[in-house]
Structures are given as C-alpha cells and as structure tokens.
C-alpha cells in the first residue's frame, strides 16, 4: 500500500503553481488554497464563494464535525479576490464544469481534484501523490517553519503529536537520514 506523500521541495511547488496558473485557473486555486490552509480535500470542495470573502475561513469540518476558523493568509486572499471577481457568493470555489443547470452551482468531485493532483504527478514525475498531498504539504512546511507540532496537532484536530508527525511525514525523514547514515554490516 502506497502512503500519500507531502510535497517537501519548494521549487517543486513554485513549479506546480506556475504550470497550474497558466493551464487553468480553478485547479491553480485548488491546488494553491489546499496547500496553504490544510483544509481536508472534503471541506475545500465544498467551499463557496461567500466563504473566503472576509480575512477568515469559517467551517464546519465534514470529518470531525468540529467547527473551524482558519485566517486567510494575505498573498492568498489577493489570489482568491483576484478568482472570485467574476463569480457570485452562491457558487462553489471550485465548481464543476458538469454543473448542469446555473454555472457553479455543483462543486467539483472528489475524483475530479484526485484527476488534477494525478495530472501533476505525472507531469513532474512525482509519485505517492493524492488529495490529501494539498493538506500533508500544508503541514510538512508548517512544521519546518515553526517546529510547533503542538500547533500543527490543534490545527489538524489530531489526537497526538506522534500522529502528526507521521501524517505529514517528519517520521519517515528521520528514518531515512538514518538509514542513509547505518552503517552496513
């Protein structure tokens, strides 16, 4: 079974975003929001505009059923006004383009942002990608920016450290650094 995997390098990700933002606009903001606020693939889908037009993301989380507040980091408030100026508050951030009868008035499926993130991993020839790479990459450069893993716990609504650090792969780093230093026998 392959494990869901962060994407640790930032030039990869600087990569990512300017292939996405010339290729399309909406999986651009899915992919840049998603890796931004750590939100579950289940809640930025269901996202709508009227969501993010205050400085504050306020959410009932699907999974946890917990309510949420997450602030909207700057650069990318500017992205999410500069995408949402022609949209309504009704529609969903990242409509489908099935949506039959008023344009987005469906979100985007799951498989459909699963299609997009697989779309990168072949084009940069990553692998162990998957919806949730949005909100372990998230976590991954939290945690190398901060070292709060108490923090990053809270943020995730995680039951201990241990399984953060795991989620988001500090755990599986510390176990390779070692075994690139083990002496062989």
Avoid: C, W
Wanted: net charge positive; hydrophobic share 35%; glycine share 4%.
């Amino acid at each position: 079974m392959n494990f869901v995997q962060p994407i640790r390098n930032k030039e990869a990700i600087a990569d990512i975003k300017r292939y996405l933002i010339a290729d399309n606009q909406r999986d651009y903001m899915l992919f840049f929001l998603g890796i931004n606020i750590g939100l579950r693939i289940s809640d930025l889908l269901n996202l709508k505009v009227s969501d993010v037009k205050t400085r504050y993301i306020n959410i009932k989380e699907q999974k946890t059923n917990k309510t949420k507040r997450i602030m909207i980091p700057r650069e990318v408030k500017r992205a999410l006004e500069r995408y949402t100026s022609d949209k309504q508050d009704y529609m969903y951030l990242f409509a489908s383009r099935n949506a039959d009868d008023q344009k987005g008035s469906k979100p985007m499926s799951r498989y459909a942002a699963y299609r997009v993130i697989k779309k990168i991993e072949k084009r940069f020839g990553m692998t162990n990608l998957g919806t949730h790479t949005l909100r372990k990459t998230f976590g991954y450069h939290f945690y190398q920016q901060f070292k709060d893993v108490a923090a990053l716990q809270e943020i995730y609504n995680h039951d201990s450290p241990d399984v953060t650090l795991r989620y988001i792969g500090i755990n599986q780093d510390a176990q390779d650094e070692m075994m690139k230093k083990k002496f062989v026998l």
